[in-house]
């Protein structure tokens, strides 16, 4: 009943800006905390930024000062607002929603399936 759907990813030239947005809907009581990945091909994935249901934030540190996740709890959204992208920031990027708590009393990890941003130089 979990879903997570993502969307805003695309083609920008360097120093450009985009916005991800992710959706979660289904049987949901409460979502401890929010946040979105990246992989780059023959990387490691790694944790872009995330926020918790009371608002606080964490940030990789190379991403730092130039995006900014937010969260509607209301409309169990999150987005990250992505501005001066460069190059380094081409990847899949995945939205994640930790410890989902639903009607059915289940708590699980749910993935969505990736966008892709692409930095051009």
């Known amino acids: 009943q979990v879903q997570l759907v993502e969307s805003g990813g695309g083609l920008v030239q360097a120093g450009g800006s985009l916005r991800l947005s992710c959706a979660a809907s289904?049987?949901?009581?409460?979502?401890?905390?929010m946040g979105w990945y990246r992989q780059a091909p023959g990387k490691q994935r790694e944790l872009v930024a995330a926020?918790?249901?009371?608002?606080?934030?964490i940030y990789a540190d190379s991403v730092k000062g130039r995006f900014t996740i937010s969260r509607d709890n209301a409309k169990r959204m999150v987005h990250l607002q992505m501005d001066s992208l460069k190059p380094e920031d081409t990847a899949a990027y995945y939205c994640n929603g930790e410890g989902i708590l639903t009607v059915r009393g289940s708590r699980s990890d749910y993935w969505g399936q990736g966008t892709q941003v692409t930095v051009s130089s």
């Open positions: 289904g049987s949901i009581v409460r979502i401890n905390a």
């Open positions: 926020i918790t249901s009371s608002g606080s934030t």
